[in-house]
């Protein structure tokens, strides 16, 4: 798989959130500002792309009955390093996330990349994954936070600095100066609506974009070549054959056989007139003799009723057409 492809899922065809529907929990939980989204999405990236990068390398060291446990194992290290790390370094974060930067050992979305990919590809690829998945969730809840923080609170990313360091002091917004505020927002309810309108937004989008590329297609596709003009095809019989796509159709039987349903039989007349007589099928006829001095045409007559629809039906070498109602090739 490309890097491209790695990518494009993990931001958008495949996102956490927006397609698979993991780590709900957190995400509504967490979302209420634009800033706790961002600093919950970091944590998990950080995670996912050690987990991917750890568990890729030690693919053919772990048996398939172990795995899974092996893969918790090497998850909750990592989730206890980086609650460590941002205890350490990033205390008021810490204090805001509290108990679902721990979670993170049971996010689904971390156990199942492991399994469906880090375990089955090559490192760099794996790692790859494991960012790009990170960032496609972190930009969930990003988006998911800034939305119910300024419809709740007209601000964005408010109290940067404090949460993330002075070097994210620049984010801090107000969007809607004296605003009051919608509390319901920044309330959990307020997280269901906001993910209910994005998750519609985003299947309209991706709809609208697939048609698109499917018109896109169908533009650039070749035009179909236009077909031969018909040509009459040589046939000793009295009705000429009925040309096909590729010409003329194939030849009948030599014994002809006409079928039509038994509502609609037809009457059979030749010369000699013992030579062909109906059945219940219809028209059941074998070759006359021509006399000297008749055409084929006057040789052989066939009449039915005028309702069905007819189509000729061709005996090769035999010098005769039949007809048939039911629009299947005799022969």
């Known amino acids: ?26 995400l509504l939980a967490v979302t209420g500002s634009a800033t706790n989204g961002l600093g919950m999405g970091l ?11 750890l568990i890729s390398a030690v693919r053919h060291l ?20 980086v609650d460590m790390g941002l205890n350490a370094w990033a205390h008021e974060l810490y ?5 679902f930067i721990a979670l993170i050992v049971v996010n689904c979305a971390i156990l199942g990349r492991a399994e469906s990919f880090a375990s089955k590809s090559p490192v760099l690829h794996a790692a790859a994954d494991g960012l790009m998945m990170g960032l496609g969730f972190t930009f969930a809840l990003v988006v998911i936070g800034g939305v119910r923080e300024i419809i709740g609170a007209g601000t964005l990313f408010a109290n940067a600095h404090l949460l993330l360091g002075q070097g994210f002091a620049f984010l801090e917004l107000t969007v809607i100066p004296e605003y009051r505020g919608y509390l319901l927002m920044i309330l959990p309810p307020g997280g269901f609506l906001a993910v209910g309108f994005l998750l519609a937004g985003k299947r309209m989008l991706d709809r609208r974009l697939a048609a698109r590329q499917a018109a896109a297609a169908l533009s650039l596709a070749p035009s179909p070549e236009p077909l031969a003009p018909s040509q009459p095809c040589k ?3 009295p009705i000429p054959n009925p040309p096909s796509r590729s010409g003329c159709a194939s030849t009948c039987r030599r014994t002809a056989r006409c079928r039509t349903p038994s509502s609609a039989r037809a009457s059979c007349a030749s010369f000699p007139r013992s030579t062909s007589r109906p ?7 074998s070759l006359p003799s021509s006399t000297p001095g008749s055409s084929p045409a006057t040789a052989w007559k066939f009449t039915a009723p ?14 005769m057409t039949t007809m048939t109602t039911d629009g299947k090739d005799p022969g």
Not at 2 to 21: E, H, T
Not at 63 to 81: K, Q
Not at 306 to 319: K, V
């Open 235 to 237: 046939s000793p019989s």
């Open 43 to 53: 944590a998990t990236t950080a995670v996912l792309l050690a987990s991917n990068t």
């Open 62 to 81: 772990v048996s398939a009955e172990v795995r899974i446990p092996v893969y918790i194992v090497l998850i909750a290290t990592l989730v206890t390093l």
């Open 279 to 285: 059945t219940r099928w219809g028209c059941s006829a």
């Open 95 to 99: 204090k805001v996330l509290g108990l």
């Open 306 to 319: 005028s309702s069905p629809t007819l189509r000729p039906c061709r005996a090769a070498g035999s010098g």
């Open 1 to 26: 798989m490309s890097y491209a492809r790695i990518a494009k899922d993990g931001l958008w065809d495949n996102n956490v959130v927006f397609s698979q529907m993991l780590a709900l929990c957190p």
